[in-house]
């Protein structure tokens, strides 16, 4: 059974650094991963797809690797702004199937 | 930017009661999925739904729940008799082909309390 960890489970940083959230995934066989965004109480919303073949994604300021034949993903943040405060969602899709295991989260607090 | 958009957006059930709870996939997409999150707790999967059957569930989606899609548009979760433990946030997500290819797009979720 596919399990997501997400390290660290929490992260404050002050504004304008760069930073770095770890995603690892215990079964390598998966079709694509997909970093979300939750603001408190709300809905996902999507920021970057990797497919399975795939080594990296850039959107922006968001930067997606995938190092699949390991298990891990990383999402960087670059010139983080307290906009950027939310919790970071990681969730793969499994070659057996088409829905998403999730992991716990990092909740993110970047300080003004 | 088409969207996936759900409603109630809060839904307060006595136990025992049945709910529904509704959902508008983005219209061009064929995949249809029901998650939940406890509050506190990890997003789960409960059920996938393609050309009007389900394709996938989780040990969650026992027979207390279903899924239908009654017309072109509309997705539905059905609770037939609520329990405390079914409070938690449930989101609909949508996706334009099979899911491991193409981004899943989610809605903004209802969050369901059941006294």
């Known amino acids: 059974k596919q399990e997501v960890t997400q390290i660290p489970a929490a992260l404050s940083v002050p504004e304008g650094e760069n930073l770095v959230l770890n995603c690892s995934f215990t079964?390598?066989?998966?079709?694509?991963l997909q970093w979300f965004r939750q603001d408190p109480g709300k809905g996902l919303t999507s920021l970057l797809l990797i497919q399975s073949s795939q080594r990296e994604q850039t959107s922006g300021r968001l930067n997606a690797s995938l190092d699949k034949s390991s298990g891990r993903s990383t999402l960087y943040i670059a010139a983080s702004q307290p906009g950027d405060s939310a919790t970071y969602l990681c969730a793969v899709v499994n070659n057996a199937g088409n829905m998403l295991t999730f992991g716990g989260g990092t909740r993110l607090m970047v300080k003004p | 930017e088409p969207e996936v958009t759900q409603t109630p957006s809060h839904q307060v059930t006595q136990m025992g009661q049945e709910v529904i709870l509704r959902c508008v996939p983005i219209?061009?997409?064929?995949?249809f999925y029901w998650y939940r999150q406890i509050l506190g707790q990890k997003v789960e999967f409960l059920v996938s739904?393609?050309?009007?059957?389900?394709?996938?569930k989780s040990e969650i989606f026992d027979d207390q729940f279903s899924v239908e899609r009654p017309d072109g548009s509309n997705f539905t979760l059905k609770i037939r008799s609520t329990k405390l433990e079914d409070s938690a946030m449930y989101f609909c997500a949508s996706t334009r082909t099979s899911g491991g290819y193409n981004e899943q797009f989610f809605g903004p979720g209802t969050r369901l309390t059941v006294l």
């Open positions: 219209s061009n997409h064929l995949y």
């Open positions: 739904f393609y050309n009007n059957e389900i394709s996938e």
């Open positions: 079964d390598s066989a998966i079709y694509n």
